[in-house]
């Protein structure tokens, strides 16, 4: 069994950001944020064992830590082509939809610092530190006819200039000082509904509309970012 850590320097997994929650809400989707990683790489992708049972704090940490080489393999193995492109806007909120915009933001390991989730459920695990939207995607819905605008379904950072659908788990995102991870899409809910005319909130979910997703990442380094501020993806 792997020795816990306080904080690994290889992963970024630091045991004092995990609530009991989290472990076992990650523990239980693990196979899904391994799925993005790997997703239409034909390699095969190698398998870890995670004992779920004796340790679940030590099984987290062995799951981050194959979820950072299985993106060093992919990397290594299967060329990306990077994209470049803009901070469009930022927003936060005390909890809940829709997030207001705001002028710059100071990003730590937990997200931007003073933006809440109303609800922990089903967010604020450290994979989902940020969220983040394509103003692209937005300005897309906008023109079917749906009264969606930047931070109305909860996205911290609305990014501009890029392919939205070429992103998958795993892939780094660096905004001047900030350097981040993306982990999983983000699945909607009936909280942004009204952001659709139909109320339909699923018009931005991974399964049935790829492309059109919200996309969770971690931090793996913190600083300030603002409008206007490159984008740089890469693998």
């Known amino acids: 069994m792997m020795t816990t850590v306080s904080r690994c320097e290889q992963c970024g997994f630091d045991e004092r950001r995990w609530s009991p929650t989290d472990?076992?809400?990650?523990?239980?989707?693990?196979?899904d944020l391994i799925g993005y990683v790997v997703d239409g790489w034909g390699a095969a992708a190698p398998s870890v064992s995670i004992d779920t049972a004796r340790d679940p704090i030590a099984a987290v940490h062995t799951l981050m830590r194959h979820l950072d080489r299985l993106a060093a393999e992919r990397r290594a193995a299967d060329p990306f082509e990077p994209m470049a492109g803009v901070v469009a806007a930022l927003h936060a909120s005390d909890g809940g939809v829709p997030k207001r915009p705001i002028a710059s933001a100071v990003v730590d390991a937990?997200?931007?610092?003073?933006?809440?989730?109303g609800?922990?459920?089903?967010?604020?695990?450290?994979?989902q530190a940020l969220c983040l939207f394509s103003v692209d995607v937005i300005d897309q819905l906008a023109a079917e006819g749906h009264p969606i605008v930047p931070g109305s379904v909860g996205e911290n950072?609305?990014?501009?200039?890029?392919?939205?659908?070429?992103?998958?788990?795993?892939?780094t995102i660096d905004i001047g000082d900030v350097r981040l991870r993306t982990s999983s899409p983000a699945a909607p809910?009936?909280?942004?509904?009204?952001?659709?005319a139909d109320g339909d909130w699923n018009r931005i979910d991974h399964t049935t509309r790829p492309g059109r997703a919200r996309w969770y990442a971690s931090v793996i380094a913190g600083g300030s970012i603002s409008p206007g501020d490159a984008v740089s993806i890469t693998a």
């Not at 937990?110 to 989730?117: E, P």
Request: proline share 2%; net charge positive; with cysteine.
């Open 23 to 31: 472990v076992e809400r990650t523990l239980a989707h693990a196979d």
């Open 119 to 127: 609800s922990r459920q089903h967010h604020g695990r450290p994979w």
């Open 110 to 117: 937990a997200g931007i610092v003073g933006d809440r989730q």
């Open 157 to 171: 950072v609305t990014i501009g200039g890029v392919d939205w659908s070429r992103l998958r788990g795993g892939l």
């Open 189 to 196: 809910c009936r909280k942004i509904g009204g952001s659709f």
